[in-house]
């Protein structure tokens, strides 16, 4: 009888397995904020989650610094690839949102005028030429990377002002 338990447990261990790589895992909600700082996630195929502003729903404020709010590192499968929904991207109007950074010679901060994602690939040779800014113009567009190692960064402007900013993005590893 023992063994027979052994086989049932051994078998829906491989369907619970199955139906994992079917669905992906639900990876949670990342809060991107100045205390999380650097945030990594593993994932495999069909994994999926979401990255939101700290306090999110609630709007956020930068209390007078700038610079790089958060970064969340995603990194997947050698052959997946990660597809990113911006859901919600509420920000300070921006004069430059219609430039997004193409150039390898531009550098890879964040730029202090505004408040933005940058998103870019990690590996070589792709993290010369995938540098992309992201603004409220941006909200609903999506971003497949060409390799399954993207960086995502909240990049914020110098004000103590609320604006009414906040963000949600979606996660899915293809």
């Excluded at 050698?78 to 949102?97: D, Q, R």
């Excluded at 430039?99 to 998103?119: A, F, G, Q």
Aim: glycine share 6%; hydrophobic share 35%.
């Amino acid at each position: 009888m023992k063994g027979a338990h052994q086989i049932l447990a051994a078998a829906m261990f491989l369907f619970a397995y199955a139906q994992t790589l079917d669905t992906g895992i639900d990876k949670g909600t990342v809060f991107c904020s100045r205390e999380t700082g650097n945030v990594a996630i593993h994932a495999e195929k069909g994994d999926h989650g979401y990255i939101v502003s700290g306090g999110y729903p609630s709007f956020y404020s930068t209390g007078g610094k700038s610079g790089l709010w958060c970064q969340v590192h995603i990194r997947v499968c050698s052959t997946c690839k990660v597809k990113v929904t911006f859901e919600k991207l509420s920000f300070a109007e921006c004069p430059y949102e219609r430039v997004l950074r193409v150039s390898p010679k531009l550098p890879l901060t964040c730029r202090p005028e505004c408040d933005h994602i940058h998103i870019f690939e990690v590996d070589t040779p792709y993290d010369r030429i995938t540098h992309r800014d992201y603004f409220s113009a941006n909200e609903s567009d999506h971003y497949t990377s060409i390799s399954g190692n993207i960086k995502i960064r909240h990049c914020v402007r110098n004000t103590s002002l609320e604006d009414e900013k906040n963000f949600k993005i979606s996660f899915s590893v293809l």
